[in-house]
């Protein structure tokens, strides 16, 4: 089978939306299509999770990531960030996976994964 992975690193407005808004989209096909999704969260991105402020579009970004766990996703993000912002047990709460981001991208190297970023 192969997999898409949705990178979502930048933590600007068009990105959050973007890139979330993305990984619905193909969370909705990719089973008939026979597609692996999986979504990880680093840096900026990563950072929104744990403060959504008055932002909508971090409000909006947050409940994405909750559907997409919801729906059987799996969505990482980087166990040290998530550590030095003493957000790890916040984040597992939610469902989303910790592990090193580093673990990660060898991971999907090695699956064949295709990655799209935002």
Request: glycine residues 10%; charged residues 20%; aromatic residues 8%.
């Amino acid at each position: 089978m192969s997999k898409t992975v949705i990178y979502l690193f930048h933590g600007d407005d068009d990105s959050l939306s973007a890139g979330s808004h993305v990984a619905e989209r193909v969370r909705q096909v990719a089973g008939e299509q026979g597609v692996e999704l999986e979504v990880f969260c680093f840096g900026p991105a990563q950072g929104a999770l744990s403060s959504s402020g008055d932002s909508l579009v971090r409000a909006e970004y947050n409940q994405q990531i909750d559907e997409l766990v919801e729906a059987g996703v799996p969505v990482g993000a980087c166990l040290n960030a998530a550590r030095a912002a003493g957000a790890e047990e916040a984040l597992t709460a939610r469902g989303i996976t910790l592990q090193f981001a580093r673990d990660a991208f060898v991971r999907y190297a090695l699956e064949g994964a295709t990655v799209v970023s935002f």
